[in-house]
């Protein structure tokens, strides 16, 4: 029995979308990335439902990477943990006490590691003549340029071949066309 | 502002401050002059399109020309693929080369004829799986949980899973766990039942 090719390949990272206020949660879908033959598949799934939203490598005009600190405040919350109950295990003379903190601390330094190890966040952003959309998937900045490695070829052989010199040039122009704009219409 | 320009306008994702081209495609992480965060902007060719305008039909000026289905007064100037009604330029929309009508591109995305235009999906492989497990936890539960998850993987097989290719392994999955806990409630009423029991 022969297996069909896949249509889509997943890209790496998965990230969560968060819908709610800042202390309050309403929704939390779980977000991953796909790439098929012409475009980008970003995979919203919440419960038992997925929803799909496509970026097509033609239309795909920017991607924005954003350093966030939250990899750096959540080393910081898992550290507290860390140090009461190792402090607590070390204060402690029963010893199916002793190791339980000690396996409490060790938990919390395991995901305080797992966080080091996937190294710092970010939030990305695709952009589109008619959109800006949030990437969840591409948390940190090491996934989020290593599926910028893997789509990057794709994208450019979509799009018409213009050097990234020009490509400035063009929006510097446009750039200072948009500030110039109010004072023409004035005059 | 213009469309044009404004679609070529990158902002920062964080104060939304307009950044300057030099700021692009440096490959490494650069300051946002307003917010002062790092960011990471790579922009490609497509930056430069202009948006494409939307084609006007053009009105009926010969009597006895073909005139489109939905707009009686406009010259037709292509056929739906799909239900060969003739279209004005307003109406002809086009789909992976395909040119349908508005009609048949809102039944084609009802009974997810194109694949393009499918933005949702209910997964009732997961569904079945749940079910199946799920009400093991309380054991009792299980008497409800697995003919639903059977029900589910019986009504539910043929329905297409996730786009990304996903199998019909967590059918599969629920369909043994789900059968194998009603043989296990089946025994367990065979044992009650028993002469030797009582």
């Given amino acids: 029995m022969s297996s069909t090719p896949k249509e889509y390949k997943k890209l790496p990272g998965n990230g969560t979308r968060r819908i709610g206020t800042w202390f309050f949660t309403f929704s939390r879908s779980f977000c991953s990335l796909w790439m098929g033959a012409d475009h980008l598949l970003l995979v919203d799934r919440t419960g038992f439902t997925e929803t799909y939203k496509r970026f097509y490598f033609r239309d795909i005009q920017a991607i924005i990477i954003r350093k966030t600190n939250s990899g750096a405040i959540g080393n910081f919350l898992l550290v507290i943990p860390v140090m009461i109950f190792g402090a607590a295990a070390l204060s402690v003379a029963n010893l199916p006490g002793r190791i339980t903190l000690w396996i409490m601390a060790g938990m919390f330094a395991f995901f305080q590691l797992l966080n080091l190890i996937s190294g710092p966040t970010c939030v990305t952003h695709i952009k589109t003549a008619v959109q800006t959309e949030q990437l969840p998937a591409w948390g940190r900045i090491r996934t989020a340029r290593k599926g910028m490695k893997r789509i990057r070829p794709f994208i450019l052989q979509a799009q018409p071949e213009i050097p990234i010199d020009e490509i400035k040039a063009r929006l510097a122009e446009n750039l200072s066309r948009q500030f110039q704009g109010p004072a023409t219409d004035a005059t | ?198």
């Fill in chain 2, 1 to 198: 502002m213009t469309p044009a320009a404004d679609s070529s306008l990158v902002k920062c994702s964080r104060c939304q401050t307009l950044l300057s081209p030099e700021l692009f495609n440096i490959g490494d992480l650069i300051v946002c002059p307003s917010c002062q965060k790092l960011l990471d902007i790579e922009v490609f060719p497509a930056i430069l399109n202009t948006p494409v305008t939307a084609n006007f039909p053009e009105p009926i000026l010969v009597e006895g020309e073909s005139s489109c289905f939905y707009h009686p007064a406009k010259k037709a100037s292509m056929v739906c693929e799909s239900c060969g009604r003739f279209l004005c330029a307003l109406c002809d929309l086009e789909l992976n080369g395909k040119h349908v009508c508005p009609a048949c591109l809102e039944t084609g995305q009802k009974k997810a004829k194109f694949k393009d235009l499918e933005n949702t999906r209910v997964l009732y492989d997961r569904i079945a799986l749940i079910a199946a497990v799920l009400p093991v936890l309380f054991i009792w539960t299980s008497i409800l949980g697995a003919p639903f998850a059977i029900y589910i993987v019986v009504r539910y097989w043929n329905a297409p899973c996730s786009i990304t290719g996903r199998s019909r392994m967590r059918f599969v999955v629920a369909a043994i766990l789900a059968g194998a806990q009603l043989l296990g409630w089946a025994l367990v009423l065979l044992k009650v039942l028993s002469p030797h029991h009582r």
